[in-house]
């Protein structure tokens, strides 16, 4: 069985997978990934893995890269120029984040043949459309649910800043549940909007993220959530370069 390291590395965190083949057998989140860190995960797995791949949203990191390349019989980094499964139709595909990239992979992996809509729900919200022939045709970004709390505290005098978990009516009767409800009933008229300007009634949707079970559970329809999403997503980016 093929040893397969995937490492997603996004705003806030990085998440880690070991793969056997296509079944993830450990998982870790690192807030502060290093070098140090992929050696010590590969040396609880042998010492070496049969591939790795690496994506990061942020100014990649050179030694986690040489870690992973050291470490790795094999090893990509995710960019715009590797060969993918999915065909990507975006004006800038070098300014595309990767984690929009595999997790567009990952929901194809899915929904092929189906007109879907990706949304990870992070510190920011991606809507990204996947068309039924696996054509990546564009999508839009927005604030998290908890970046549009933040943002009305800062840029207000008076508005306190409230967390996202707790009472959330559909009319807010104070102060805290009128920022929260807000906030959450606008992602939800978001995502409900998006997935209306696709072109077929009920299309799929896959929702990821940290706020996916707070948006999943006011959708009022039929989605996918997968937290996994992204990590499937760059294991078979792993897989199709393997064949290519």
């Known amino acids: ?3 397969k390291l995937t490492i997603d590395q996004g705003n806030t965190a990085a998440k880690a997978a070991v793969w056997h083949d296509d079944s993830i057998v450990a998982e870790t989140v690192f807030r502060n990934l290093t070098d140090n860190d992929i050696i010590r995960l590969a040396g609880d797995f042998g010492g070496i893995f049969d591939a790795s791949i690496y994506s990061s949203v942020k100014d990649s990191d050179c030694r986690v890269r040489q870690a992973m390349s050291q470490c790795s019989r094999r090893f990509i980094e995710l960019s715009a120029t590797t060969p993918l499964p999915v065909k ?3 004006k800038t595909p070098s300014t595309l984040g990767r984690d929009r990239i595999a997790a567009v992979v990952g929901a194809y992996g899915l929904t092929a043949g ?8 992070g510190t920011a919200i991606t809507y990204d459309v996947l068309s039924p022939d696996g054509v990546f045709m564009g999508g839009n970004i927005a604030p998290g649910i908890f970046m549009r709390l933040e943002a009305l505290n800062h840029f207000t005098a008076r508005l306190p800043l409230v967390e996202t978990s707790g009472d959330c009516p559909q009319w807010g009767t104070d102060t805290e549940t009128a920022l929260r409800s807000g906030a959450i009933s606008g992602v939800i008229a978001e995502l409900r909007y998006y997935r209306n300007l696709l072109p077929v009634p009920d299309p799929e949707v896959v929702l ?3 706020s996916a079970d707070l948006v999943a559970e006011r959708a009022g329809f039929r ?3 997968d937290p996994e ?3 499937k997503g760059l294991n078979s980016i792993i897989n199709y370069n393997e064949n290519i």
Do not use: K
Request: glycine share 8%.
């Open 1 to 3: 069985m093929a040893l």
């Open 88 to 90: 990507i139709d975006y």
């Open 114 to 121: 189906h007109w879907t809509l990706v949304v990870d729900c």
């Open 208 to 210: 990821t993220g940290g």
């Open 223 to 225: 989605l996918i959530i």
């Open 229 to 231: 999403i992204v990590s």
